[in-house]
């Protein structure tokens, strides 16, 4: 059973060792942030909040808590942090528990606009029993339309509580002034999810959300943010007693205190390398869409230059599908997603007409421009069979063998081995 289990794990390391990974929600994390992610602090209970606590032996983890949260508004800039939500759907839900109560409006951008499921009815929103109402999408600009969605707020009845911003497809930085001002003038909220963006903003090579005025900051910390799989909130201090007590007792008792140790070692190396790793992370973005583009894709936004994020969105219903590109690209040893554009129908979710990618894992094994445009040939190669699956599959492998070490860190390390503890 031993062996079993062992050659499962060993194979999904050998997967990634000898793929191109270009999943726009994950990223590879250091030694440095694996080894606090092994500590003791994974076998233990923190329940309530720092310094008030319901369980005894909590003393360092009052002191690892607390530390989190300045590191973290050392990093953004933020008046208050919370660094307990398990994950970004954990994160939302707590946010949506502070700031709403249940037959509450907000708005939110629309699924195949690129927002995600959690602010929508059928998830988290849904679970807070909220209405949920979707912001004029600007396709063109793949944007929320501003001035569409202030006459849409002036005849609603019922106006929103919340302002939703931020999505999972997420290419440009979204109006969150212009929208703070709408929603503030209405009474509401802004919330930010930054779930995708959070290692660009640290990197400050995106919009700073909570300058522009946010009151709520959600992220998960694992996307462009290289930490462990958790999140964090933050806030206006005036909101500050409501979201703790939105994520605990709300959503969370415990909260995986390993991961936050790991998340506090992320902190550290954003700190120290977040500019140059944010910046690499979308110059490539912006090389490869180009590539891309001049192969002759339909990747979306050209009069843009296409992204400011680590994020390419490309329409490829002319090569079977999103679903079909995607499983093709997987046989041949690059993995992404499939995912809905604004013109899909949320019913299509099972074969959109996009793929969407994302570089924050290959810039992070040390990728640069030049790489991009090869991936981009990689990914020409097989939609347009040029060469058998096994060649291409044999050409990426030989490729990715230069790039199997985790930059950005104080100590370079392994990317995909399987490390031994003891
Ligand atoms: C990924 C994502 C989430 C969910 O994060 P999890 O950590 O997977 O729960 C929330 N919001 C947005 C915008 C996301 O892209």
Redesign the pocket.
Known sequence: MLEKLMEITKNHHELFKYSIPLIA?ENVTSYAVRRFYLSDFGHRYAEGWIGKRFYQGCKYMDELEAFAVELTKKLFGCEHANVQPI????A?LAAFFALTNPGDTIISVSVPDGG?I?HDRFSAAGVRGLKVEHYPFDVDNMNIDVDATKRKVEKMDEKPKVFVL???LFLFPHPVKELVEVAHEVGARVMY?G??VLGLIAGKEFQDPIKEGADVVTA?T??TFPGP?R?VIMCKKELAKKIDHGVFPGVVSNHHIHSLAGYAMACIEMLEFGRDYARQIVRNAKALAEELYNLGYNVLCPHLEFTKSHQVAVDVSDFGGGDYVAKKLESCGIILNKNLLPWDDVKNADNPSGIRIGVQEVTRLGMKEDEMREIARFIDMALKDKKPIKDIKNEIKEFKSNFLTVKYTFEECPAYEFPKVV
Not at 87 to 90: D, P
């Open positions: 929600s994950s970004g759907v954990t939302n995600h959690s931020g999505a999972s999810d779930s995708h998960s694992h996307k799989q999140a």
